[in-house]
């Protein structure tokens, strides 16, 4: 499965990276790792909007958002 990797990543970039892969596959799955709550929130706000199903974790301290659609 493939992980986009946003650690680190100021806003909007984090988002602008996980909507170019819901676009370039636009249905399938792919999973987000990342580590700042506004990345989080934005990522799954976005996802829900869009119509993907968003299914949350933590790894360490960071989040893994695995999106499906």
């Given at each position: 499965?493939?992980?986009i990797?946003?650690?680190?990543?100021?806003?909007?970039?984090?988002?602008?990276?996980?909507?170019?892969?819901?676009?370039?596959?636009?249905?399938g799955?792919?999973?987000?790792?990342?580590?700042?709550?506004?990345?989080?929130?934005?990522?799954?706000?976005?996802?829900?909007?869009?119509?993907?199903?968003?299914?949350?974790?933590?790894?360490g301290?960071?989040?893994v958002?695995?999106?499906?659609?």
């Amino acid at each position: 499965m493939e992980r986009i990797d946003v650690r680190g990543l100021s806003c909007p970039n984090p988002l602008v990276m996980t909507e170019n892969v819901m676009k370039r596959l636009g249905k399938g799955s792919f999973e987000v790792i990342g580590d700042t709550g506004t990345a989080r929130a934005n990522i799954l706000r976005v996802a829900k909007e869009k119509g993907w199903k968003a299914e949350e974790r933590k790894e360490g301290g960071d989040f893994v958002i695995t999106l499906r659609r």
